[in-house]
């Protein structure tokens, strides 16, 4: 499968503890995006990367969330001390310059 | 303050009939507009895009009008098929390869 893949699909975890995602976009894609999504919402933009680069981050994005993408090629989004209301899906995309983004399976996230 | 909005309520029409789905958006000024299809716990799948300066895209039974006067943009599904119930996603983008702002999107079901 050449598609983007996010690992792990679903986690559970309790208030208070940290959580890390981990997307791979697809190969030859420079851009690599992240959004989280709610129940009856559409994505929110989080960040985005072009190659290493952090070029953009939302609002939303409070300091208790973090992302990388060290080569250029996967990325981590890391929720320290989790709360109730991260709870949501995190989709993660990716594209090149030309083209439009192509979203992974999503992480889906449960803070108990 | 900017929105985005998608038909509110779920939309359930008879196979083989046109399905329209509109997505109005205030203050903003995008430069293209994409539309999504998203099936439950899945990614959003990218349909199409159409630019600021098109009026109408077509693409095998999808069709996707932007009227950047009235802010609009219909989303048609000619010949429905069951296989066509999901979630339908309108974005926003404000410059090619920049961050997606999404609508709530409009539920679709197709009754055979």
């Known amino acids: 499968d050449t598609g983007v893949s996010q690992d792990p699909r679903h986690k559970i975890t309790k208030r208070g503890q940290n959580v890390t995602f981990r997307c791979d976009p697809i190969?030859?894609?420079?851009?690599l995006y992240w959004y989280r999504q709610t129940l009856g919402q559409g994505p929110e933009f989080l960040t985005y990367f072009q190659n290493e680069a952090q070029l953009e981050k939302s609002r939303l994005l409070s300091d208790r969330f973090s992302a990388e993408r060290p080569k250029g090629s996967f990325s981590t989004l890391e929720i320290q001390r989790t709360e109730q209301g991260d709870s949501a899906m995190y989709l993660c995309?990716?594209?090149?310059?030309?083209?439009?983004?192509?979203f992974g399976p999503g992480t889906r996230l449960t803070v108990l | 303050s900017q929105k985005i909005e998608q038909n509110s309520e779920a939309l359930n029409i008879q196979e083989g009939k046109t399905a329209t789905l509109t997505c109005n958006y205030t203050n903003y000024s995008p430069a293209y507009l994409q539309w999504y299809r998203q099936d439950p716990g899945r990614g959003p799948v990218f349909l199409l895009l159409i630019r600021e300066n098109e009026k109408e895209k077509r693409k095998e039974r999808l069709k996707v009008t932007f009227d950047t006067t009235l802010k609009q943009s219909l989303f048609h599904i000619t010949a429905s098929q069951p296989a066509d119930s999901a979630t339908y996603l309108c974005a926003l983008e404000m410059e090619y390869g920049n961050k997606l702002v999404f609508g709530a999107g409009t539920i679709l079901r197709v009754k055979s």
């Open positions: 190969s030859e894609h420079n851009r």
């Open positions: 995309a990716s594209s090149l310059e030309t083209t439009s983004e192509f």
